[in-house]
């Protein structure tokens, strides 16, 4: 019931730009992504509830395609403050949870 | 507005010790609210959930419990340790399901 996220690590300068994907083998209702910090609790980034919706955050926007139950997180011109950790959590219909994907590690070097 | 308060923030206990992790969460009421455990460099694995006070829903069976004697309070247990127990405990709350998470600041447990 896991997600998967790929890819599992990426380092970009900054300015650079990136795309992390999850994807899930169950139908989903929703995607919320969350970004930690190392040795920090997560920070909850954006929700989508929507097949098809697109919401955006600082330079970090993400869609959510429901038939293919994959959602992608797009970080544009990075800036350092963006390394950390990146998790999708997939939340399916009639579920009270959420199950949290592997993690996806971005460091942003100058 | 609303906060959620965990502790301890780190923790060292011996194999066989009983543990006791408490989660308050206040500006909010009848919030959901989750316990995670998250290995070193992993992602993070629901332990248990609850939608209200006495209800509690378990996602990997082990030697852990959870409470929710009140509507804010969220408290994991054990009464014996093990070493595969180690790792970074996180409590969480949402309005609802559908809501966005807020994320305690953890405790980092070590067992010796």
């Known amino acids: 019931q896991q997600p998967v996220q790929s890819p599992q690590a990426v380092i970009l300068r900054e300015g650079e730009d990136a795309v992390i994907n999850c994807s899930s083998s169950k139908a989903l209702y929703s995607v919320h992504w969350y970004r930690q910090k190392h040795g920090e609790a997560p920070v909850f980034l954006m929700i989508?509830?929507?097949?098809?919706e697109q919401k955006g955050h600082e330079k970090i926007s993400a869609s959510f395609n429901e038939k293919k139950q994959q959602s992608s997180l797009y970080l544009t011109a990075s800036q350092l403050s963006y390394s950390g950790t990146y998790f999708c959590g997939t939340e399916r219909r009639g579920a009270n949870n959420l199950f949290f994907g592997t993690g996806t590690r971005l460091t942003v070097i100058p | 507005s609303q906060t959620i308060h965990q502790w301890p923030a780190t923790l060292v206990q011996p194999v066989g010790s009983p543990l006791s992790l408490e989660c308050t969460v206040e500006g909010t009421s009848n919030p959901n609210l989750y316990w995670y455990r998250q290995a070193a460099g992993r992602g993070l694995q629901l332990l248990f959930y609850s939608v209200g006070i006495g209800q509690i829903s378990s996602e990997v069976p082990q030697n852990l419990s959870a409470s929710r004697p009140q509507d804010r309070q969220f408290i994991l247990s054990s009464k014996k340790l093990l070493l595969s127990d180690s790792g970074f405990y996180l409590c969480?709350?949402?309005?609802?399901?559908?809501?966005?998470?807020?994320f305690g600041d953890g405790t980092r447990l070590s067992i010796l």
């Open positions: 969480a709350w949402s309005p609802n399901h559908h809501q966005p998470q807020h």
């Open positions: 989508l509830l929507k097949g098809g």
